[in-house]
């Protein structure tokens, strides 16, 4: 008899699916980072390099849609790679991801303790209990980060529903109080469109400067392919995805546009960027706006930290539940909660995890991000690759197992997106490339790829003695199992570069 296939309840309207991928890809960087970047690339430099960034992850995002359309089901990358290119394919990214959603869990709670540090360090720098690696750790900063990742970890327990109009609330809440603090800035009579001049950072070649910020892009917008991982509980069309995605980049990158310019019109950038503020956003709409104006920077600021939260708990949490579903994790992470039918143990068990994090300080969870970049890089070119594999270019043309449908325009930008994304993979592992990982990086992505190894040398049995025909079933459902490929795609033909 066929085991029970659990499943998740389809609920998320559009609006909130937006809103999912938007409040993932915007959080405190767009806040707290304007003048670190400017000081990279100057204001126009900034600007240029985070739009080609948005238009290079449009192609990653329309591949992207394009597989969410065919296979509206949880597991995003996981899923699609098994399809592709088989079980430990998946796994291999599968487990990357896990690590990369889960880090960013952990550096947004990090980020909510470090805004409590900017506006009343006194407050929170109570307890001093060690340093690592040059930072101070107080038991105030652990204690506020813990309850911000215990409060999310059950607001998400209780109902995905709830969860996600409440994450479109936030980001509502998020554009106002931006557009209110930049419409302020602007008009101010103390600002001047002038101090953004020159547009680009002095003694640097433009093309070097932009390129520093689109290096950074991956990072910026990461979050917009959270969409796939909820995908099952879609109560609307799988074709709308592509259209929810284009437009969480476009709105993103616009609200990074404004916050560089809502910074940079206060004073000459780059004395601003020369005076190496602790947060040099703040500093300014406190200068001209007061106390006002900090206060509505300060509530955007916690709702970017806010929808992080929410956006990155939904995506670890209903990726771990595929790989459950899959054989390929234990059985207890595919467990439903019995009232709000949402995966309970998984949300939990990323609670527990981040909930360390606070006690390493910050400088080493960067490190950890830093690796996790890597993880999300690895599930960007899953995604076009497998896409690529989805469309043929003509009729006449060799076509695998997976392809469903002649679509060279789609084949081309699911190439591209490739290409791109193999290039950001490598500026995280090519020595001498712009964000080349650090030592204590390498560290911990082989620390993490150890404990997954150990996971599949485990739990690997079960997920590879399923016959195919029962994982198609467990993975996709029995409609889509049907129309699954008779035999994963051997390595070969992937696109060429």
């Given amino acids: 008899m066929p085991e029970e296939r659990a499943q998740l309840t389809k609920c998320f309207k559009p609006h909130w699916v937006w809103a999912i991928a938007f409040g993932s890809a915007i959080g405190w960087g767009s806040f707290v980072l304007p003048a670190e970047w400017m000081g990279m690339a100057g204001p126009m430099g900034v600007i240029l390099g985070l739009w080609i960034g948005a238009l290079i992850l449009s192609l ?10 065919a296979y509206p089901v949880t597991g995003g990358a996981f899923t699609y790679s098994y399809l592709a ?120 070649p433009t093309w070097s400067a932009v390129g520093a910020i689109v290096a950074i892009s991956p990072w910026a917008y990461v979050g917009f392919d959270t969409v796939p991982q909820a995908a099952e509980e879609f109560n609307f069309s799988p074709a709308k995805a592509t259209f929810l995605i284009l ?11 404004v916050m560089i310019i809502a910074t940079g019109v206060a004073m000459p950038w780059t004395e601003l960027v020369a005076q190496k503020p602790l947060w040099g956003t703040g500093q300014v709409v406190s200068g001209l706006l007061g106390t006002l104006g900090l206060s509505a920077l300060a509530l955007a600021l916690c709702m970017g930290i806010f929808t992080g939260l929410i956006g990155f708990y939904i995506s670890c949490s209903r990726l771990m539940f595929a790989m459950s579903r899959a054989k ?4 207890v992470f595919s467990r439903l909660h019995g009232k709000y039918c949402t995966p309970y143990v998984n949300i939990l068990f990323a609670c527990a995890f ?43 043309g060799r076509r695998g197992p997976l392809c ?25 592992l090519i020595p001498g490339a712009p964000g080349f990982l650090d030592g204590p990086a390498w560290i911990a992505l082989l620390c993490w790829a150890a404990l997954g190894l150990v996971f599949y040398l485990v739990f690997g049995r079960r997920y590879l003695d399923t016959p195919k025909a029962e994982l198609d079933r467990l993975i996709l459902g029995d409609e889509l199992a049907q129309s699954a490929p008779s035999a994963q795609i051997q390595p070969g033909p992937v696109p060429a570069v």
């Fill in 60 to 69: 990653v995002g329309l591949s992207t849609g394009y597989l969410v359309k």
């Fill in 85 to 204: 290119f088989g079980r430990k394919h998946a796994f291999f990214c599968g487990w990357f991801l896990i690590m990369g959603y889960g880090a960013i869990i952990a550096l947004n709670a990090s980020a909510f303790a470090l805004l409590f540090k900017f506006l009343w360090p006194h407050a929170v720098e109570i307890g001093l209990l060690y340093s690592v690696a040059g930072w101070d750790v107080y038991l105030g900063e652990v204690v506020l980060a813990s309850l911000i990742l215990v409060a999310f970890a059950w607001l998400n327990i209780r109902g995905a529903d709830s969860t996600a109009q409440t994450q479109f609330y936030f980001c509502v809440i998020l554009l106002v109080a931006a557009g209110g603090v930049a419409l302020g800035m602007v008009t101010s009579p103390q600002s001047a469109l002038g101090n953004l001049s020159p547009a680009f950072k002095p003694g640097l």
């Fill in 247 to 257: 437009a969480a980049l476009a709105v993103a990158a616009t609200h990074y546009s």
């Fill in 328 to 331: 390929a994790l234990p059985p």
């Fill in 354 to 396: 981040c909930l360390l994090a606070p006690w390493f300080g910050r400088s080493v969870l960067l490190w950890i991000v830093d690796m996790s970049a890597v993880g999300i890089s690895v599930a960007f070119i899953y995604y076009c690759a497998v896409a690529y594999r989805l469309f043929g270019w003509s009729a006449t």
């Fill in 404 to 428: 469903t449908e002649i679509a060279p325009v789609k084949k081309l930008v699911a190439l591209l997106g490739f290409v791109f994304s193999l290039g950001f993979l490598g500026l995280l």
